[in-house]
């Protein structure tokens, strides 16, 4: 397995304000090793982590952020709407995200969200930052639900490890999955069936699941063969009382007791 049974999703979107360096800090906190987070850019190209396009859902602002450029960073609250604790969080660049993870220890899933750009355009930025700030490779996955944006993405690097993102598992997952030399599948765990995990597992494919915040349904799907889910509610996993998360993992695949 290349990532964590459990991955801290957009930091620890239950603990703090997702895709923030306080949520991946959050994150660390818990126990996780490795994080999920999403990465898009400003108009001028900046890199940064946001979710969505615009700043309505996360931010005291209105606005797309095409519109913006990194002159407005310092100045955009995406804190307090989850709560005033959290004020002083402003729009992260990228850069300082992959800075804030390494100097943790955790690894990263980076998942990119194209909105409007062309997939040569965010690739080639993302790629700059990350090849700028990034040091193990090893310890980097980078996804996407758009296929041209990851095949730009291989075209630049050889070596970087791709995973494919999917809601539901298409019938050609295979077949795209050997054109990008991807490492992963992830996937909706909802919507993913026993079969195609054992199939996926059987294929030599590391598999993900988002967004699960149950370790009882955890619990199912590492039992399928699933190697890790995404979760906003790491510390529902990571169970301080067990030694190690893999001995937390065990109790709950395991059989009650008669
Ligand atoms: O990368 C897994 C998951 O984050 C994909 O969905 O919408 O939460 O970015 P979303
Ligand atoms: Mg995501």
């Known amino acids: 397995m290349i990532a964590a049974p459990v991955i801290g999703h957009r930091g620890a979107a239950s603990l703090a304000p997702e895709n923030t360096l306080a949520g991946i800090r959050k994150a660390a906190a818990t126990g996780v090793t490795w994080v999920e987070l999403d ?47 959290w004020q002083q969080e402003t729009l992260p660049r990228l850069a300082d995200a992959l800075l804030q993870c390494q100097s943790l220890g955790l690894g990263l899933n980076l998942e990119i969200k194209p909105f409007q750009w062309p997939a040569q355009t965010i690739a080639e930025v993302l790629h700059e930052t990350i090849s700028v700030y990034w040091q193990d490779k090893s310890r980097l996955i980078i996804s996407c639900f758009d ?17 494919l993102l999917f809601d539901d598992i298409p019938p050609l997952w295979q077949l795209q999955a050997q054109n990008l030399n991807a490492v992963s599948i992830h996937c909706n765990w909802q919507l993913l ?44 996993f990571l169970n301080p009382a067990a030694d190690t998360t893999s001995e937390y993992l065990i109790s709950l695949t395991s059989p009650d007791p008669l």
């Open 193 to 236: 069936m026993e079969k195609e995990a054992r199939q996926i597992k059987q294929a030599g494919y590391d598999l993900y699941c988002f967004t699960c915040n149950s370790p009882a349904d955890a619990a199912r799907l590492y039992s399928w063969g699933v190697d890790g889910v995404f979760t906003d509610t790491p510390q529902d």
């Open 147 to 163: 296929l041209e944006v990851l095949a730009a993405y291989r075209a630049l690097d050889k070596h970087i490890q791709l995973g």
């Open 39 to 85: 990465a898009t850019l400003l108009g001028d190209h900046t890199a940064v982590l946001s979710h969505d396009d615009s700043l309505e859902r996360c931010s005291n602002r209105h606005g797309q952020l095409s519109s913006l450029s990194s002159l407005d960073l310092g100045s955009i609250d995406v804190g307090s709407w989850f709560h005033l604790d």
